[in-house]
């Protein structure tokens, strides 16, 4: 352990709390004692009710990007209550509900985060597991735990009268498919595409529908077609039928690849017309390959994306509360994340797990 982590670790006061955690790329998720900073004056301390479960959660936890730090405790869509404040915390009290996302800090300083893209922060972002803890040393620590400390700056505001347990996947799943529709300008006139029905692909068919778009779910499951329309697709196309992908060439404007595995990217590129974009925010473990004419002819674009920033999270949940979206949810106990992650690798959520953060007493 360094020296100025142990300096850290000695001024800063923490309690334990409950937790489940990864202790290898190998293991199974499994109860595990964490630490959390007694709050300083500028964060709040959240109990977290409910904690959606994203397939970046999997990723990390079996160590596909290459960059965990063991024991993981995932969990980046945190719903909760305000417990405690510390003294200069002006936005929260006692009591409020509150939610948390995929950062929990950022240099604030640089022109990212100046422009509100603390997610591109040039020091980068301390996310909010599997981050370096500028307070206590070592990896930060997710919401699969019974509470949080984050600094008021990097907590959101959510309504008293939303679904709790449905909102929660909106502080990732939603927030990652807003952005980039947004930046795109998805919207009346656009035939925008959307690949995969999975957490971020549901949440971005409704979206792409609520910006006025013409929206196109594509999936590998013929069984999803009829949850595909009724989330709001105009059409569902099967990827795997040859035929039915070739009568859409080259007629997108955008399309917004949410597929968490391997797959043929060209087999989109060229469903792109002239100067249409398709944009990555699925993170397979694997580079992707890209042929040269796909982009070329007729110059078309191929992106990427990363969540969202602060403020533009906050107007996501904000939009979602006053037109009443929500993601759909199976909740789940704690003791149930190995076999949810098991499903998460067959396709098979309809459409986000959400742990009900009360199993953790049981
Ligand atoms: P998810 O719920 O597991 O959904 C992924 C979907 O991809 C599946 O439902 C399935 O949809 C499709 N799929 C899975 N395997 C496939 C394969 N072999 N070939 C083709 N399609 C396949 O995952 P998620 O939580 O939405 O996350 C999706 C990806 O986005 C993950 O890689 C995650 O790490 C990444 N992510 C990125 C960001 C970011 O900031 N860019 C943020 C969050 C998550 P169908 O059954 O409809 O085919
Ligand atoms: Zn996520
Ligand atoms: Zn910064």
Redesign the pocket.
């Known amino acids: 352990m360094s020296t100025s982590t142990e300096t850290l670790l000695t001024s800063t006061a923490a309690k334990t709390v409950k937790a489940w955690a990864a202790q290898s790329a190998a293991s199974s998720l499994a109860p595990f004692s964490i630490q959390r900073r007694d709050p300083l004056p500028g964060d709040v301390v959240i109990d977290i009710l409910y904690c959606g479960v ?3 959660d999997l ?1 990390q936890v079996r160590n596909e990007w290459h960059n965990s730090i063991y024991p993981v405790v995932p969990g980046h869509e945190i719903v909760g209550r305000v417990v405690r404040t510390g003294r200069d915390v002006k936005r929260f009290k006692e009591g409020d509900l509150a939610a948390v996302g ?1 950062m929990v800090d950022s240099c604030r300083v640089c022109a990212s985060c100046l422009r509100g893209l603390e997610q591109y922060c040039e020091k980068f972002p301390t996310f909010t597991y599997n981050g370096s803890d500028k307070h206590l040393g070592g990896p930060t620590f997710g919401g699969y735990a019974e509470s949080i400390v984050v600094d008021e700056a990097f907590t959101l505001k959510i309504g008293a009268n939303v679904n709790l347990a449905a909102t929660a996947p909106l502080l ?2 939603g927030i ?1 498919t807003w952005s980039p529709l947004r930046h795109w300008k998805a919207g009346p006139g656009q035939k925008v595409g959307v690949v ?6 549901h949440m971005g068919v409704k979206f792409a529908r609520a910006f006025g778009a013409h929206v196109v779910l594509f ?3 013929p069984g ?1 077609t009829e949850d595909a329309l009724r989330l709001g697709a105009h059409e569902v196309v099967i ?1 795997r039928k040859a035929h039915q992908m070739r009568k859409h060439a080259s007629s997108f404007d955008f399309i917004l690849d ?6 043929d990217i060209n087999a989109y590129l060229s469903l792109l017309k002239l100067d249409g974009t398709l944009t990555l ?4 473990e694997a580079p992707v390959p890209v042929a040269a004419f796909n982009l070329l002819l007729p110059r078309r674009r191929f992106a ?4 969202g920033g602060i403020a533009e999270t906050q107007e996501m949940l904000d939009f979602c509360a006053e037109r009443g979206i929500v993601s759909d949810i199976e909740t789940i106990g704690i003791q149930q994340i190995n076999e949810a992650y098991d499903r ?1 690798l067959k ?1 098979d ?1 309809k ?2 797990f959400v742990i009900d953060m009360a199993s953790l007493k049981h």
């Open positions: 994203c397939h970046s990723h995929c990732c799943a990652t995969g029905l999975g957490g971020l692909g999936t590998t499951s999803k990827s949410a597929v968490s595995a391997s797959h925010v699925g993170a397979p990427g994306s990363a969540i998460l396709g959520v459409y986000r």
